[in-house]
């Protein structure tokens, strides 16, 4: 009951803020009332379990996991059933990953279990990129009795860490595939498997034995708004009779699903693929030859950073197919015959690799801007995929103003990153502003709220991946007990009920 009147004092006061955040002539809070908004929604601070899955979580921070489950074969029920294991907390994402491996290797401890991989398999590495875990396991993983099984294991047991959604898995080194052989189907990312062992033979059988019709998650690149990065969004993708590198630069052509989520084409409005081939290299290497129409230079209208993107969109996305080492690009010349003259500066008469862009693939982050309502708008910008100083790209980025028009600047115009001393002490930052701070800020406390927010929720987003969960402000390196009303004295928390829905 006292949960219920706490939540429904939270509701009024937040329709008080935001009435009052239009008039010219806002009502003061009192002390009491304000340090009770700075911490609205401590108790009911959870993200949507839907939102969750797709929210990455570097390998930098503590999971708070105190158990794993892991999954083997119960060959009387014909299906994977958990183990559980405890484990010390403190472990971080990347660790705790490596642990589920090793343990899967080793194999159950319960008996009337099986194990499903060889005991022999070595891990060579893991990664995890936005909601991806990539992982390269030896090629012993091959010689598991029944493939299938040993992968829906891997992937289950992994995925019930709740830090990422898809699983893209290497045997050293080379991209994954349903059977060993060169010619072997593309498994794509992987998903969570049903648990019944005929199910996951029949689901595999499906999807990738299917020669005729194959349906994979498939990586695809796009270039944030700048240029400057390549983010990856997953999507669905059919292959047809085999046509694996044309459905994936069709799909490139569409441009991303995501609308409004810091995606944005890479390929010219027009362009058509004519066909694509493999080719070998000079090396003896297996590439991908893709011929373009003419549209591919004409409808080019942009610089030379937009064309890195648009040609290395087209090699992460391609060279992740088996046994694809690199890209040879072709265009129309406008007279029916294929040329492999650079668009803008780019030499396109050579094998093209990811070794050609290695600092292009990126990651998204989630910051927060100002609308004239009193509300936050989030705004998707990327960082380098090699960014280890999140925190520090966030506060740099919210010295910038919007892309959106319609959204405001939260941090005064006179306030440079550099102004700003941030410490990250665990799950806490304490974020130092200028005295000068609130100079030339209008004298409105709502407003001077939704922008102190605004660093709270782009630091404490968990799709950021910080590790932030609460933010401490002072001034001129103190705390101090408030300013125009505003209690500054207790850390803040993430505010979901700020934020825009639109």
Not at 242 to 260: F, H, Q, R, W, Y
Not at 282 to 299: D, Y
Not at 474 to 497: C, H, Q, W
Request: overall charge negative.
């Amino acid at each position: 009951m006292q949960r219920k009147i706490g939540l429904l004092i939270t509701i009024i006061l937040m329709g008080a803020l935001l009435a009052a955040c239009a008039s010219e002539q806002p009502a003061k809070q009192d002390n009491e009332k304000i340090t009770q908004f700075n911490k609205l929604g401590e108790e009911d601070d959870t993200v949507d379990s839907d939102e969750a899955s797709e929210q990455p979580i570097t390998g930098l921070h503590a999971t708070g996991l105190n158990g794993v489950t892991l999954y083997f074969l119960d060959e009387t029920v014909g299906q994977l059933s958990p183990e559980t294991r405890k484990l010390g907390s403190g472990k971080t994402i990347d660790e705790l990953a490596l642990y589920i491996l090793k343990e899967l290797a080793e194999g159950p401890e319960t008996s009337g279990l099986s194990p499903v991989f060889p005991e022999d398999v070595k891990i060579n590495r893991v990664d995890i990129a936005d909601n991806i875990l990539v992982v390269d396991l030896s090629a012993a993983f091959n010689e598991s009795e029944e493939p299938a099984l040993a992968r829906a294991a891997l992937v289950n047991s992994l995925l019930d860490i709740g830090a990422f959604k898809y699983i893209k898995l290497y045997i050293d080194g080379r991209v994954a595939t349903v059977t060993p052989e060169s010619q072997s189907a593309p498994l794509g990312l992987l998903t969570r498997y049903p648990m019944i062992f005929a199910e996951i033979k029949a689901l595999e059988e499906q999807n990738y034995n299917n020669q005729a019709m194959r349906k994979v998650n498939w990586e695809l690149f796009f270039q944030d708004n700048s240029g400057k990065y390549l983010l990856s969004e997953v999507r669905p993708i059919t292959i047809a009779e085999g046509k694996a590198a044309e459905t994936i630069v069709n799909e490139l052509i569409k441009g991303p699903v995501a609308e409004g989520e810091g995606y944005y084409p890479t390929l010219p409005k027009g362009t058509t693929l004519q066909k694509a081939e493999i080719i070998h290299g000079k090396n003896g290497n297996t590439g991908i030859a893709v011929f373009f129409s003419k549209e591919f230079r004409t409808q080019f209208s942009r610089d030379a950073v937009h064309e890195h993107s648009m040609i290395s969109s087209l090699v992460y996305s391609l060279t992740s197919l088996p046994d694809v080492n690199f890209v040879k690009i072709y265009y129309d010349n406008g007279h029916g015959r294929y040329i492999d003259d650079p668009v803008h500066s780019i030499d396109l008469n050579k094998e093209l690799t990811k070794e050609d862009y290695p600092d292009k693939p990126g990651r998204r982050i989630r910051v927060y801007f100002g609308n004239n309502q009193c509300m936050l708008v989030p705004e998707y910008r990327a960082i380098s995929g090699r960014e280890v100083d999140i925190a520090y790209r966030i506060l740099k980025d919210l010295t910038t103003d919007p892309v959106n028009p319609d959204s405001v600047r939260v941090l005064p115009p006179h306030i440079s990153v550099e102004d700003i001393h941030l410490e990250v002490k665990g799950e806490l930052a304490v974020v130092d502003l200028p005295f000068n701070y609130f100079d030339e800020m209008e004298l409105d406390n709502k407003k001077i709220i939704r922008d102190l927010y605004a660093l709270v929720n782009s630091l404490t987003d968990p799709m950021n991946g910080t590790g932030i969960k609460e933010v401490q402000f002072t001034v001129g390196g103190r705390i101090i007990e408030s300013y125009m009303d505003i209690s500054l004295k207790d850390s803040f928390v993430m505010n979901p009920a700020l934020i825009s829905e639109e």
